[in-house]
């Protein structure tokens, strides 16, 4: 299920008259902390921030990067391997990084944090491979920036669920 949410800029800055835009919502706020996050980033081929929220209140955070320790794709570059949908269009994955989704979830679990039944806030759309540990940890709705291969998770997200929302988030 896709829907689309409240679109606007979300990161508060001031409009034309010199006064403060209106106070953020919660999708602009969280958005706008999954964008900042995504600043961490180290694949040099995308820069995706999460947070996992849940009753207005972030659980663990996380962005696509190289395991703890080990060398970033900033630092060796990504090395990339190829697989091929069963309808034929053929996706490059770096081997050195992990997901930001996966990374929050991560985070959570190393410091003892449910998240089960919580929302996760995401700059791009998940892979079909996040989603699938998404649904596992009890996510229940993914708001996200920008569409990233939506026709791949489509399926799951019908057989799952799973609400999948886009929170357009301007100039962050």
């Known amino acids: 299920m896709h829907e689309e949410g409240n679109s606007g800029c979300c ?92 990374n929050a979830i991560g985070q959570a679990a190393k410091h003892g944090v449910s998240i089960k039944d919580a929302d996760i806030y995401i700059t791009a759309s998940p892979c079909i491979h996040c989603l699938k540990v998404l649904i596992n940890v009890g996510i229940k709705t993914i708001y996200y920036d920008k569409p990233y291969k939506i026709e791949h998770i489509a399926e799951l997200l019908r057989l799952s669920g799973i609400r999948l929302v886009q929170v357009r988030a301007e100039n962050c």
Request: proline share 4%.
């Open 11 to 102: 990161c508060g800055a001031s409009g034309a008259s010199g006064q403060p835009e209106e106070r953020l919502g919660w999708h602009e706020y969280f958005m706008s902390v999954a964008h900042l996050i995504s600043r961490r980033a180290t694949c040099t081929r995308g820069h995706i921030g999460a947070v996992i929220v849940r009753d207005h209140n972030i659980l663990s955070t996380g962005y696509n990067g190289a395991p703890s320790g080990l060398p970033h794709c900033n630092e060796i570059n990504c090395k990339i391997y190829r697989s091929t949908h069963p309808d034929g269009t053929v996706e490059e994955n770096c081997v050195n990084t992990i997901h930001a989704e996966i």
